[in-house]
């Protein structure tokens, strides 16, 4: 087998293993296999507005992808994109309900807003991380509860003691009449762009700059990194800032497109958590993030048409894109499984 | 070798495959049987559907209790669950609501039902792009959207009585309040509840303390466990699932020492099945009822009959039923019950107006 036949076989063998796996369970659980994944496919590509609705789930899942891969990059784990997201949701919904700007301002000063509120709760960690070497996983993991809460009793303030703050002005929506009209009223908004280029702004930082080349470098070895003469303090700060940049937009895509305000949440939304996964799946590369995104968000959205369709319920729905999710994320160790074995072969002759 | 191997990995999906598809084709025929069954016995038309809020359909609160209406609704009326007839969406985020409010309607729902004030946006946004639906929101007012019912209850009124039963039942003149998420909906039960008791006795202060969630059930029994030590002998919990650790604590204590004076006050639904400590104990006193069943069967038979209440406010308080105390199973006295009866006439009659937000 050559090694691009390797590469196009391992991820659609992962695919259709968790497929057939995820069919067992739906069978064993009293329910048609083919009647859910037939639901499961319309609800992602059955027409223009479930096509719509995909695009916008998917995009805020590019970003808490991008944000935990990148602090993944220098050796952080950043497990508080959740918090930092939702402070940056809160950012650009009071910056496009508090102020009346032209659109061309607007829009980038909320989004602006969103990643400083995401950076600075980035911050905190990683200035404790730098300083005091507290770990980063147990103080961003805190900081999610502490942002739900904050975030909670400032929609409270901002919004006069109402359960949400009010819709954010025309002039800083993400929403068009465009992309509705074609989408026959779909949720969809221009955050797939700023999303897309998030994806390039990650590469390039990482491939193509000296800070990108340091941050890496603090990833692999920070003994090495501050014998070769660099500040892994400054880098590990700036990691942690840049990462929560990229998940703050994340609350603002929420913020400016897809709710256009902000509710009391009662619990965190997810998005942060499962951005964990999408830059696993995507192996922390920028481009990788993009492809684990597009695949848990369809599966996110497409599964949500299976109770409606096919009468699965939905924790049996969680359970086959959990399979799916699961069975993508080992390919690599098929991956690995089989080169292995194949060079013990090779070896033997 | 390789090839050896990639055939292995093929044969075996054919079999996984031709294993699926023999249970895919059983599945299929039960199912046409069932639906078969279903056009012979239908006698309506009018199909009914609703989406729950995050808590989902088995959240043993407001989002069943609407399911129980929709269900009591449909067998009235010969629907099957499904395509015209009656069904639900859960929610699992709250980006979902307007998917599925979409999907529902999509799917030619007559009426759709939207759970909870947390749908108030989604429920104004498909409301305007879907000028054909119905929808009607429970716990919520979407204003001024011709298309829009908005149910609500007047829980103050049920919680008033509540702390007429509390503060009568009290033996140690200590009373607590915990509350899910501040905010308008929890406050009407608070104020109810702290009105009730002043009525009763001035000089009783109620504890009252909010979670600031309606899941953390750890949070609640924290709350419950520093009030029972303090002093507080009766809790009344409006934060739904926080109740339960509220409900364990109470539980616990009574079942280490079986004379300890603790009760609890359920709320949505009767909760005594909640309280059961053994077969002769149990710590609920009452149950503070919001009867959403009723309210969601009462709302689809008007849209039923052509009568679909759009661009209204429709309350439910004690003088129709919509909210009311549970039955205390003799946990109550006679003596309190009616003193409780008295009060509950005065509310019905108008004399005694219930606040509807704590004093601040």
């Not at chain 2, 025929?29 to 078969?36: A, H, I, N, Q, R």
């Not at chain 2, 202060?205 to 029994?221: C, L």
Request: hydrophobic letters at 45%.
């Amino acid at each position: 087998m050559s090694k691009r036949l390797v590469n196009i076989l391992v991820p659609l063998i992962s695919i259709l293993l968790g497929l057939i796996i995820g069919a067992i369970v739906m069978a064993v659980s009293g329910f048609n296999p083919i009647d859910g994944y037939v639901a499961l496919w319309n609800g992602i590509f059955m027409d223009t507005y479930t096509m719509g609705e995909t695009v916008r789930q998917i995009t805020p899942y590019i970003f808490s992808g991008l944000a935990v891969a990148f602090a993944f990059r220098t050796g952080l784990f950043n497990i508080g994109v959740e918090g930092q997201l939702i402070m940056g949701w809160l950012a650009a919904a009071w910056v496009g309900q508090a102020f009346e700007l032209p659109a061309v301002i607007h829009v980038p000063v909320a989004l602006i807003a969103a990643a400083a509120a995401g950076a600075l709760w980035a911050f905190i960690p990683g200035l404790l991380k730098a300083k005091l070497q507290v770990h980063e996983v147990i103080v961003t993991i805190m900081m999610n509860y502490t942002a739900l809460h904050v975030v909670n009793a400032l929609i409270g303030v901002i919004s006069g003691g109402e359960e949400r703050t009010e819709k954010i002005h025309e002039s800083a929506s993400l929403r068009s009449d465009f992309l509705e009209t074609i989408t026959d009223y779909s949720r969809m908004h221009w955050g797939f762009l700023i999303a897309l280029l998030a994806v390039v702004i990650m590469w390039f930082i990482l491939q193509k700059t000296t800070l990108g080349y340091e941050l890496k470098a603090v990833g692999f070895n920070k003994n090495a990194s501050e014998y070769a003469g660099m500040n892994v303090n400054k880098n590990i700060i700036l990691a942690m800032v840049i990462s929560g940049a990229f998940a703050g937009l994340g609350g603002a895509m929420e913020a400016l497109g897809t709710f256009e305000n902000m509710s009391k949440l009662h619990a965190s939304t997810g998005i942060g958590f499962d951005g964990i996964a999408v830059a696993l799946l995507g192996a922390n590369q920028p481009f990788g993030v993009l492809l684990g995104a597009i695949l848990f968000g369809a599966l996110k959205n497409g599964g949500l048409n299976m109770p409606s369709e096919a009468g699965v319920p939905t924790e049996i729905v969680s359970i086959v894109i959990a399979l799916i999710i699961f069975f993508v994320a080992s390919g690599y160790i098929i991956r690995v499984a089989l080169e292995r074995f194949g060079k013990k072969r090779k070896e033997e002759k | 070798m390789k090839k050896r191997k990639f055939g292995l990995a093929l044969a075996s999906i054919f079999a996984a495959g031709s294993i699926l598809a023999a249970c895919g084709g059983g599945e299929e025929k039960e199912e046409k049987t069932t639906s078969d069954s279903g056009t012979t016995e239908q006698t309506s038309d009018f199909s009914v559907a609703m989406v729950t809020d995050t808590g989902g359909v088995d959240d043993r609160s407001f989002n069943q209790s609407t399911w129980e209406g929709i269900e009591a609704f449909g067998k009235e009326n010969g629907l099957e669950k499904g395509d015209g007839g009656y069904d639900y969406l859960q929610s699992a985020a709250e980006s979902d609501y307007v998917t599925n409010l979409n999907s529902l309607i999509r799917r030619d729902f007559d009426l759709v039902f939207a759970v909870g004030f947390a749908l108030h946006n989604a429920v104004a946004e498909v409301a305007d792009q879907q000028q054909d639906a119905k929808i009607a929101i429970i716990d919520e007012v979407v204003a001024d959207k011709e298309n829009v019912a908005s149910i609500m209850f007047r829980a103050n009124e049920a919680s008033y009585l509540a702390g007429v039963a509390a503060a009568k039942e009290s033996k140690s003149g200590k009373i607590g309040f915990i509350g899910g998420m501040t905010g308008e909906i929890i406050g009407g039960f608070q104020a109810g509840f702290e009105a009730g008791v002043a009525a009763v006795n001035p000089d009783i202060v109620v504890d009252v303390e909010y979670a600031e969630s309606f899941t953390d059930a750890a949070k609640g029994q924290q709350i419950a466990k520093r009030m029972y030590d303090s002093g507080v002998d009766i809790i009344f919990h409006a934060a739904g699932g926080v109740g339960n650790g509220l409900f364990t604590e109470a539980k616990e204590r009574k079942a280490k020492d079986p004379n300890a004076n603790v009760w609890a006050i359920g709320v949505d639904r009767d909760q005594y099945d909640e309280g059961k400590v053994d077969d002769s104990t149990n710590i609920m006193l009452t149950s503070v009822l919001k009867r959403v069943d009723v309210a969601a069967q009462e709302v689809a038979k008007l849209a039923q009959e052509g009568k679909f209440p759009g661009g209204e406010l429709i309350t439910y308080g004690l003088s129709d039923g919509g909210v009311d105390l549970a039955d205390s199973r003799g946990a109550i006295s006679e003596e309190t019950m009616t003193t409780v009866e008295e009060y509950k006439q005065k509310i019905i009659d108008g004399e005694i107006t219930v606040p509807e937000q704590p004093e601040k």
